[in-house]
């Protein structure tokens, strides 16, 4: 079921402007009520991801609709023309996401930027750090509101705790004054283990001392809110910190990742198994890697085409990513050759594994057209790694079994010592 949103606005040609660049932007349903009376149906009969509301009705002049829609628990964007600052703050205290004025089309693009925004921040989990209940309560209440996963905990030791047991926590909110270990503290601890490139913190102090935020900033915080801030300040910076994290993760996953089926590149490869290599040499842990190459490549392109050509790499892509575990390294070294590493196994469990991937390749077809399907096969040249050797030596190994599966008549498995 898609999301819906409702539109509260008298100015019909506005409402259907808005309604209109939504449904196009965000493809989502939307509702418009020109009236509260209207309203009131729609509140009654849907259940909205957001509702953006003018306060000026024709029923409920002086923003009626807004108390009426937060009374049934709604998310409330408001939409005004007053700029009136006195105003604007009295609605500002009240449960909304947002105060927008409705300007032109610029305020139409802002909105349709929030209602993105918020979708995308229902993927997200926030670590609220505070000694006071009060403000935890008052700061869950402002981030579940902008539709963030929110865990709250009293003090910095709980706080590392939290982190162990959920590692995809994507921003940590520290006061700074706590007991058994302060926000500074634990923005210290927490960069011990978490970069910047995989989790925000924003400190929140009410410190009259300039050096606390210098000092949050050099141990790693992202942003530093002083308190007393307005609930749009808070927004904002929360808002931003978390664009900054997605953009800087997309960055990330272009540079690690082949753009055509989405497993790690090849110098991604070798930096993520080159790490593995020295954290298992004390531990003597075992695993195999496995050269994989599709058979008569060429052909496929030469005779289906370049489409279909790039439909067997992402078919092979989502075999060797569901045959393997997840702690496993799958990648696609370019052109029609991959690449695995089988982690922690032993010899004859790896050959499982591969021999379960060949046949699955083998007993694979996928439809071209009304009458015509297409199989393909590869060959498999594998290693277990020896400790005697580099990651390099194991490699070239397992690309001589490769070659040798080649030579021997293709759509075979060749594990080293078969």
């Known amino acids: 079921m898609s999301e819906r949103i409702l539109i509260v606005e008298d100015n019909k040609t506005l409402a ?25 149906l729609f509140l009654a009969r849907y259940k909205y991801f957001i509702t953006l509301l003018d306060i000026n009705l024709p029923d409920a002049p002086d923003g009626e609709v807004v108390d009426y829609a937060l009374s049934k628990k709604n998310h409330v964007i408001v939409l005004s023309a007053n700029i009136d600052k ?20 610029g ?16 993927q997200h989990k926030v670590l609220v750090v505070d ?62 283990t978490y970069s ?28 530093y809110i002083k308190k007393p801030f307005s609930k749009e300040e808070f927004s904002c910076r929360v808002n931003n910190s978390i664009e900054a994290l997605e953009n800087i993760q997309m960055i990330m996953n272009y540079a690690n990742r082949d753009y055509l089926t989405g497993l790690y590149n090849r110098r991604y490869f070798f930096k993520e198994i080159n790490e593995y290599v020295e954290d298992i040499k004390e531990s003597g842990e075992k695993f195999a890697i496995a050269m994989i190459d599709i058979d008569h490549f060429k052909n496929v392109n030469d005779t289906y085409g370049h489409d279909i050509g790039d439909k067997v790499i992402v078919t092979l892509a989502d075999i060797l990513r569901s045959s393997t575990s997840p702690k496993d390294v799958v990648a696609r070294f370019g052109g029609e050759e991959f690449c695995i590493v089988l982690k922690n196994i032993n010899r004859y469990s790896a050959q499982d594994i591969l021999a379960r991937i060949h046949s699955e390749v083998e007993n694979y077809s996928f439809q071209v057209d009304k009458e015509q399907f297409i199989t393909f096969t590869i060959s498999i040249g594998a290693v277990l ?3 005697d050797e580099t990651l390099e030596e194991a490699i070239n190994e397992a690309d001589m079994m490769l070659y040798k599966a080649k030579n021997e008549g293709r759509n075979r498995l060749i594990f080293h010592g078969n």
Request: net charge negative; aromatic share 8%; glycine share 4%.
């Open 16 to 40: 259907k402007l808005i309604s209109k660049k939504i449904e196009h932007a965000l493809e989502m349903e939307v509702d418009v009520a020109y009236t509260l009376a209207e309203a009131k």
């Open 385 to 387: 790694f020896n400790d």
């Open 86 to 105: 006195d105003f604007r703050n009295k609605m500002l205290k009240k449960d909304i996401i947002d105060y927008i004025n409705k300007g032109g089309v």
């Open 196 to 223: 910047k490139d995989e989790l925000c913190i924003l400190a929140l102090s009410g410190s009259e001392d300039t050096e606390v935020s210098a000092l949050f900033l050099k141990h790693g915080a992202n942003d």
């Open 107 to 122: 305020d139409i693009n802002y909105i349709i930027q929030s209602i993105e925004r918020l979708r995308k921040n229902q």
């Open 131 to 192: 000694d006071s209940i009060v403000f935890r309560k008052q700061m869950q209440n402002m981030l579940e509101n902008l539709f963030f996963q929110v865990i709250t905990v009293a003090h910095g030791e709980e706080a590392i705790g939290m982190l162990q047991a959920k590692p995809d926590i994507s921003l940590v909110l520290t006061d700074y004054n706590m007991p058994v270990m302060n926000g500074l503290e634990l923005t210290y601890e927490i960069r011990q």
